[in-house]
Nanobody
Framework: QVQLVESGGRLVQAGGSLRVSCAAS????????MGWFRQAPGKERAFVAA????????DYVDSVKGRFTISRDTTKNTMSLQMNNLKPEDTAVYYC?????????????????????WGQGTQVTVSS
C-alpha cells in the first residue's frame, strides 16, 4: 500500500503560479503511475494530469495544457503539479492518486477508477 499526502494549496490571484505536491510513503514509489484530479464545488471530480511510473510519459486535460506541468522525483517519493497562469476556473480541491503497475507498462491513466490510492486533497483557490 501507499499513503498519499497533498500540500501546497492556497489562495492565489488569477495569472499567478502555484506548485502543489504529493508525498508518498509506505511502498515502492517508482512502481506507481500517478495522477492529479480536481473537484470544484458542485462538480464531479475530474482528471487534470497524469505521469507514468518512469516519468517518461505525461498527459493533460486540454484546459491545462501549456499552463500545468506534472513531474515526479522518485528519490524523494514526491510528485508535483506546477500551475502557471492560473484562472478562476482552476479553483478546486486537488487530489493526487496512485496506481500500482504490476507489469511495468509505462503508461498514464485518465480514469479515476484506474487508481488504487488517493490523498485527502488540497484546496486551490484562484481569485479574479
Amino acid at each position: 500500500q501507499v499513503q498519499l499526502v497533498e500540500s501546497g494549496g492556497r489562495l492565489v490571484q488569477a495569472g499567478g503560479s502555484l506548485r502543489v505536491s504529493c508525498a508518498a510513503s509506505g511502498s515502492t514509489f517508482g512502481t506507481y503511475a500517478m495522477g492529479w484530479f480536481r473537484q470544484a464545488p458542485g462538480k464531479e471530480r475530474a482528471f487534470v494530469a497524469a505521469i507514468s511510473w518512469s516519468g517518461g510519459n505525461t498527459d493533460y486535460v486540454d484546459s491545462v495544457k501549456g499552463r500545468f506541468t506534472i513531474s515526479r522525483d522518485t528519490t524523494k517519493n514526491t510528485m508535483s503539479l506546477q500551475m502557471n497562469n492560473l484562472k478562476p476556473e482552476d479553483t478546486a480541491v486537488y487530489y493526487c492518486a496512485a496506481r500500482l503497475m504490476k507489469y511495468g507498462l509505462d503508461v498514464t491513466y485518465q480514469r479515476d477508477s484506474a487508481y488504487d490510492y488517493w490523498g485527502q486533497g488540497t484546496q486551490v483557490t484562484v481569485s479574479s
